[in-house]
């Protein structure tokens, strides 16, 4: 058994109880973890052992780094990332494979119920909790994460974790998180001049239910803005990803039922020709439908600050919409809820 552990330097600053802070500390979170270096000699063990696959567990806010990370990695992989949010994992993760388990609380019952049967068909695992259940009989390597933070503004704290570990697992050039962390820093003080303010976003958000709809990279982007608009504003909100959208979505504008929809494409440096005409051919169509369409680009060096870059910013818009809404971005009354029913 070896254990990997990790300080933490959480900013004085931070709010745990105020999702605006949480927001705003954003870049810095990138940066507020520092790995122990027997976890990457670990990975990079691993590495060398040579594995068939990683498998990443999780739930909601906790599932979201797994989410990204593959999806990021997935075309310098030479072997399959696969995303388990659910009680079980395939038969095909087996003792040739890495398990990445995340649960902020630790107590997550389908990540927990995925990581005993992971730990009992013999995987090697990575376990990235702040408490409960995951920490207190771990039998593999643990990252311990601060405890409480609100899971969903944790994304930047367990990417900074797992994106290393996966990259060292694949022997991949590890991420500069400190360049990235500067770059959203700087890019979040000039949001109106090389996007759009947050609050103007989320006002035109007011009243409708926004469709994020993404490419490659920017999917699981288009996935996280739809979260939090449930999450933090309270609202309605789907995404759905080109250019498999285009062969069914596209033709269930014609009566949304008195109900407004605004499309919001997330767009990249990065894209195909082919996808490149198929989003602006997409965005011509909504726009005779009068659905006012918004593009919004983020002009990242790389596709994972593309990505962080438009996350960032909606996640504020999520922020300026829950004051719109009159809503407190942080209670989750009815997960709550739900979890306490399960538990009786």
């Known amino acids: 058994v070896m254990y990997g552990t990790v300080t933490m330097t959480i900013p004085t600053t931070i709010k745990p109880d105020n999702m605006r802070n949480l927001v705003e500390h954003f870049p810095q979170l990138l940066t507020s973890l520092r790995l122990d270096e027997a976890l990457l000699d670990i990975s990079n063990k691993y590495h060398k052992e040579g594995l068939s696959g990683i498998c990443f567990l999780g739930m909601g806010g906790s599932s979201i780094t797994g989410n990204y990370v593959a999806t990021l990695l997935l075309e310098d992989s030479e072997i399959p990332l696969y995303i388990v949010r659910d009680y079980s994992i395939p038969t095909f993760v ?4 890495v398990v990445i388990a995340v649960s902020y609380s630790g107590n997550t019952e389908e990540t927990l119920s995925s990581l005993s049967m992971a730990t009992k068909v013999g995987c090697r695992i990575f376990a990235i909790a702040s408490g409960g259940k995951m920490t207190s009989d771990a039998k593999y390597s ?8 609100q899971p ?7 990417l900074s974790a797992v994106l290393p570990v996966t990259e060292t697992l694949l022997g991949l050039k590890k991420t500069n998180f400190q360049e990235l962390e500067e770059i959203l820093a700087k890019k979040a003080t000039t949001w109106e001049d090389w996007l759009a303010p947050p609050s103007e976003v989320a006002h035109l958000f007011y009243e409708k239910i926004p469709l994020f709809i993404g490419t490659k990279h920017l999917v699981p982007v288009a ?3 739809k979260c939090q608009i449930n ?3 309270k609202a309605l909100a789907f995404y759905s990803e080109i250019p498999e959208s285009n062969h069914n979505e596209i033709e269930s504008f014609v009566d949304t039922y008195g109900c407004s929809v605004i499309p919001i494409f997330l767009r990249s440096n990065f894209e195909t020709s082919e996808i490149e005409r198929r989003l602006s051919v997409t965005c011509d169509l909504y726009n005779e439908m009068e659905l006012g369409p918004l593009n919004l680009r983020a002009h990242g060096k790389t596709k994972l600050e593309e990505m962080l870059l438009l996350t960032h910013f909606l996640d504020m818009v999520s922020v300026e919409l829950a004051e719109l809404r009159d809503v407190n971005p942080v209670s989750v009354e009815r ?3 739900l979890k306490h029913r399960l538990s009786d």
Not at 144 to 149: A, E, F
Not at 152 to 158: F, I, K, N, V, Y
């Open 223 to 225: 996935y996280r803005a």
């Open 231 to 233: 999450e933090n504003s």
């Open 142 to 149: 643990l990252i311990h994460l601060p405890k409480g933070l």
């Open 335 to 337: 997960i709550t809820e």
């Open 152 to 158: 969903r503004a944790t994304l930047p704290l367990m």
């Open 94 to 97: 087996n003792k040739n494979w």
